[in-house]
């Protein structure tokens, strides 16, 4: 008997809780070649701007132990080339879209979500908060809960609620609680963490930094554990509101292991450079450690990590209930 995998964010329901990281996935062609993307739980866009950017110089990435420096900086066509070649795509093959915008002031954040409001095939809107605020000298908008609030809320406003509105945070803070809680305020439906942790690698050979851009966002396994914190504190402290969870994902032991913590769903990003196939792999393989454990639902397993043992599972109207 197969368990019941799926999730909610918001008021949306997934078939299943395994989602691409933004910017993993190319433009969804590339991992059709391997599977079929409307078997994915959402498939997650890399960070939508206005204008096209041509992203950082290269070298733009940087293996390390466990993990992968990266600083491409939001390279894309801008959203009008994406609402016109690449979300029909994605439509047309029945993909869940979760659309991740990033904009270095509140005024660009909130004129791409009125760009978004009413356009067909978009499941979910992703706030990408860990862009420089070019109003506020560069200061990161993840590292400020007043700054992402107030993005988060622009979003929210110019978003048609049908469509939730996530906040993906960054780990690089020093209290990820407070400013989770603040773009709930802010009106988020959903939290994604972890966004990379700032990291930098020197080339001994050349005595130079790997990256052309000196730092980078650091991903893959070496963050797990990060990732696995930051997801335990922010569902303690909110348990009715939906996290996905990521960071270092590459196994259904992984995934379980931030179900555990409180995610009710998880995103995929870093291995699929190397694996293709990981998002169905990491789903079957999730699924086989729940049926184990005697799992019906996933719901069931979600914080389960929290409670004590022999406590009943929550259910799906416990967590709304809890967030009132």
Request: with cysteine; proline share 7%; net charge negative.
């Amino acid at each position: 008997m197969t368990a019941d995998l799926r999730t909610y964010l918001a008021h949306v329901e997934l078939p299943n809780p395994v989602l691409t990281a933004s910017g993993c996935g190319g433009t969804g062609r590339e991992l059709a070649q391997f599977s079929d993307v409307h078997r994915l739980g959402a498939f997650v866009t890399r960070s939508i701007t206005m204008a096209p950017r041509a992203g950082r110089p290269t070298p733009r990435m940087a293996e390390t132990p466990s993990g992968l420096l990266n600083a491409v900086g939001l390279q894309g066509p801008g959203v009008e080339a994406f609402l016109e070649r690449e979300l029909p795509w994605l439509a047309e093959r029945g993909a869940r879209t979760v659309v991740s915008i990033g904009g270095g002031t509140v005024t660009e954040y909130t004129a791409l979500a009125r760009r978004l409001a009413g356009v067909e095939g978009i499941t979910a809107v992703e706030i990408n908060l860990s862009c420089p605020n070019v109003e506020d000298r560069g200061r990161v908008f993840a590292r400020d809960g007043a700054a992402a609030a107030e993005v988060v809320a622009s979003v929210r406003a110019a978003t048609p609620y049908e469509v939730p509105v996530i906040a993906k945070l960054s780990p690089d803070v020093a209290d990820i609680v407070a400013v989770a809680r603040a773009c709930v305020d802010g009106g988020a439906d959903a939290l994604a963490m972890i966004n990379t942790p700032v990291g930098m690698s020197i080339d001994v050979d050349t005595m130079r930094p790997s990256l052309a851009a000196g730092t980078g966002g650091l991903s893959g396994p070496a963050v797990r554990p990060l990732a696995v914190r930051c997801v335990w504190q922010v569902h303690a402290a909110l348990p009715g509101v939906p996290i996905i969870g990521m960071g270092g994902v590459t196994t259904g032991r992984d995934a379980l292991e931030l179900v555990l913590a409180g995610a009710c769903a998880v995103a995929v990003g870093t291995a699929l450079f190397h694996d293709p196939y990981a998002c169905p792999r990491v789903l079957r393989e999730l699924e086989e450690l729940l049926q184990e454990r005697g799992f019906d639902r996933l719901a069931d397993a979600v914080g389960l990590a929290h409670r004590p043992a022999g406590a009943q599972p929550r259910t799906r109207t416990d967590l709304e209930e809890s967030s009132l």
